[in-house]
């Protein structure tokens, strides 16, 4: 089965220092991988996204992430961390090229520590 | 201004009852998604349909129906048969294979 894995239910990270958030897949058909964030009572909003190209991507706020084939990942970084990155934040995977719904992981809470 | 909107955002049943969730959308998109949060869950697919007149169940779709009569709007009703109700749900649009675009959220909760 096609599945979307976050390692990390809850990341705590000290304020201006680096992160990252694992995310992997199980998959060998082709894939779009998506990271999006989710703030308190409020919809997902998109950060960035794989189609293709290249495997470096960057996105909004500062993150970015890569794609690694051989190893199935999509992991999200970012150098320095404010407070307000303090969110819950989900890898989405889209198996194959039709338009069904994405596959989620179960998100990984971002906890920003002064 | 482009975008996706739920109504309402708080939602509350007694048991037994049926309830019907709107999603608009007025970014000329074909595809249209119901998505159920739970705690710990991530998102669970309900539904999708990727045109006028059509849709296709998802992974958890027992006790939830669909109708998609206009190209703007996919209301979701969670019907009685649907034992634990209780949840976020979120309804995307997007265009083939690129991103969804989520709406603002119904928080439903059965009384």
């Known amino acids: 089965a096609q599945s979307v894995t976050q390692l990390d239910s809850q990341v705590p990270v000290f304020e201006e220092a680096p992160v990252e958030l694992r995310c992997n897949y199980s998959?060998?058909?082709?894939?779009?991988l998506f990271w999006y964030v989710q703030y308190p009572n409020q919809g997902l909003q998109l950060l960035l996204k794989y189609l293709s190209g290249s495997t470096l991507v960057k996105g909004i706020n500062g993150f970015e992430a890569e794609f690694n084939k051989s190893q199935t990942s999509f992991h999200l970084r970012k150098p320095s961390v404010h407070i307000s990155d303090t969110a819950e934040y989900f890898c989405?995977?889209?198996f194959g090229g039709g338009a069904d719904g994405l596959t989620f992981g179960k998100g990984t809470h971002l906890i920003i520590q002064p | 201004d482009g975008g996706i909107t739920q109504s309402p955002k708080y939602l509350f049943r007694k048991e037994g009852q049926n309830v019907t969730l709107s999603c608009e959308q007025n970014l000329n998109h074909d595809a249209m998604y119901w998505y159920r949060q739970d705690p710990g869950q991530g998102l669970r697919l309900i539904y999708y349909s990727q045109i006028v007149n059509d849709f296709q169940k998802g992974d958890i779709a027992e006790g939830y129906s669909v109708s998609r009569e206009k190209k703007e709007s996919f209301p979701l009703t969670v019907t009685s048969a649907q034992k634990n109700p209780t949840a976020f749900y979120l309804c995307?649009?997007?265009?083939?294979?690129?991103?969804?675009?989520f709406g603002p959220g119904t928080r439903l909760t059965v009384l």
């Open positions: 995307a649009s997007s265009t083939r294979v690129y991103e969804q675009f």
């Open positions: 989405a995977v889209r």
């Open positions: 998959s060998s058909v082709s894939v779009y």
